[in-house]
């Protein structure tokens, strides 16, 4: 087993290639599409310093040993992140319009008590405000780090416990954690869970685990040269580079990284390959050392720059921004976070932590006591239609789908279903009120982006989703009506081959999905088509106008579009559709058209949350629907 905790250098190369990757990331998406997988580096390699230093602690002072490692842990991370989010209140409190600084304020009660993870899992998604407008959804990969660092020794204590009682070695444990966490990795990936799959712990773990199990391997340095440890080092580095430009599936593009990241820790102990001089060069090694403060600062700088230049910034301005971050990152890593790991002692570090926090909490109640809205600015206030469902309804549905049960507290079977994409789970409120006001129980089964058409569809892998979904679907006997809603705004549709299709030929899916529904006995509603802004309005067009980019005038002309443009897109869809199903058809257009204009936003109040994702507002004023709705029920059979 490897206890030695001598410094390698080669290690601080390795979180230089995953910072700059992440920040290449988010300055410059296009030329690193998977820089994002980065933070997969990092908790390869937290999950190999965490179980080599905590062991260690173990075999020196059992007593003392948590005492010690949690108060290294808080001296280690907390001084410069808390240091971090009073610099960023200050500088956003003076930027930030009052909506955002109070999401902002949301999500850093979040951070601060190592749950953005969760807060962003259950806030990100199709309704959140865009993920480029959210200064701390970095700090997510930071608290599923402080969670692992709050579970993992006392796993490692159990371990150490059953190895002593039952004579069963910890690297056992660890592996068959990580064989665990892996499998539930993959599942919720396999069922459409990709957001719990990517922010939370229990999927993660796996990644810590492969980390933790190279302590019990034997890491001691030979020194001659290895042959195998030489290829090994080789084809890990290739594999990294691979998986961190080049854009494939997710999910394969993960294992690679995690798994290259493992054996380069492995083999780079004992190989003398050229190729480490990349991560043992002095410049590599500083940017590993200040990786930490640099991974803090980098991402608000990013967002500053999106939030004023409303998308993609100039070139030389992304150059300036990650320029920045680098010069914060370092002198947070020189001023804050050595002084406080070397020289300050954990009351020090407490103190300092209760200080930010004043500041940071004062600063947002002075700018929300000490300033005032126009209406436009109230536009960005607008929330999203988010239809979460509580993670203990969600469950498997068939093999391969997963659904939510609606209205727990009804005692009922259910027997709607709400089915389709992210406007299923748009309308999820709407309907949801409906059926509990009229004594049903309903299920929301979400399909991740897809359309619950088989024959066309967004791609070819939405297909197969589709069809599985379908058949589960079609096999659930206790489903009597369904609700189908999806987005309609795409030029191009394709089959299972790849060919593409324009919009009049997804009527013809459509009335596939209604027809084996309703051959299985159910019967079917579909939500219209409505006019969307195309562009995320409830964010965009208060920023416009606080940086003055446009006048009022010019903001008021973007919140409709003529209903002639509107007719011309789908009156072909809509009349087929209405004479197919009848009233069953939910016209939910004609609550946000006169017979002039399709509205975005009217009388001061925004409709739509982001590009074409209807606000909390607009359900409650779609009465023409709700009544449709409520008629729709009302001519179920009785239960």
Known sequence: MMTDLKYRTEIDGLRALAIISVVIYHFFPHIM??????????????????????????????????????????????????????IT??????????????????????????????????DGGYFGTSDQLKPLLHIWSLSVEEQFYILYPTFILISIWIRKKLEIPISYLIFILTILSFILWIYLHHIGGANPAFFLLPTRAWQFGLGGFLVFM???????????????????????????????DEIIQTII???????????????????LWIFQNIITVWIGRISYSLYLYHWPIAVIIIYYYIGSPPFFISVIGVALSIILG??????????????????????????????????????????????????????????????????????????????EGLKSKPTIAIFGNSHAQMYAPLIAEAIKNKGYRGILIPMSGCLPTVKLNRAVNCIDIANNTLNSLLDDKSIK?????????????????GKLFGTDELVGAIINTINQLKMSGKSVSVMSPIAIPNFP????????????HLSLIDIKEKTYIDRKIFNSKFDNINNELKKFLGDNYIEVFDDLCDSNHCYFAKDEVMYFADSDHLSQYSLKSLYKTQDQIKRILDNLPKK
């Not at 008590?113 to 807060?119: A, E, K, Q």
């Not at 790991?341 to 300092?352: D, E, P, V, Y």
């Open 257 to 275: 990284v995690s798994l290259g990241a493992t054996f380069f820790i492995y083999s780079s102990f004992k190989s003398k390959v050229p190729l």
């Open 481 to 497: 009506h369904v609700f189908l809603s999806m987005t309609w705004y795409r030029d191009n549709y394709t089959n299972i081959s």
């Open 218 to 248: 034997n890491l001691k340095s030979n020194t001659s040269k290895s042959y195998t440890a030489n290829v090994i080092l080789i084809i890990s580095i290739l594999a990294i580079f691979f998986g961190l430009i080049f854009s494939t």
């Open 89 to 122: 209140t200050l500088v956003l409190t003076n930027i930030f319009l009052n909506s955002d600084i109070n999401r902002y304020a949301s999500s850093l009660v979040a951070a601060k008590t190592f749950w953005s993870n969760f807060y962003f899992w259950r």
């Open 537 to 548: 309005i409830a964010s965009e067009l208060p920023r416009k106008f606080k940086f003055n």
């Open 33 to 86: 599409p998977s820089g994002f997988l980065g933070v997969d580096i990092f908790f390869v390699i937290s999950g190999y310093l965490i179980t080599n230093h905590f062991i260690s602690l173990q075999k020196n002072n059992t007593r003392n040993s948590l005492r010690i490692f949690y108060s290294r842990r808080i001296k280690r991370l907390f001084p410069a992140l808390f240091v971090f989010f009073t």
């Open 330 to 407: 370092y002198l947070s890593y020189k001023y804050i976070e050595t002084p406080f790991r070397r020289h300050f002692t954990l009351a020090n570090s407490i103190l300092l932590i209760l200080i930010c926090s004043l500041i940071s909490l004062g600063a947002i109640k002075f700018t929300n006591q000490n300033t005032s809205e126009n209406f436009v600015e109230k536009w960005s206030m607008t929330n999203g239609s988010n239809y979460r469902c509580p993670v203990s309804s969600y469950y498997l549905y068939g093999t391969s789908s997963r659904a939510c049960v609606i209205e």
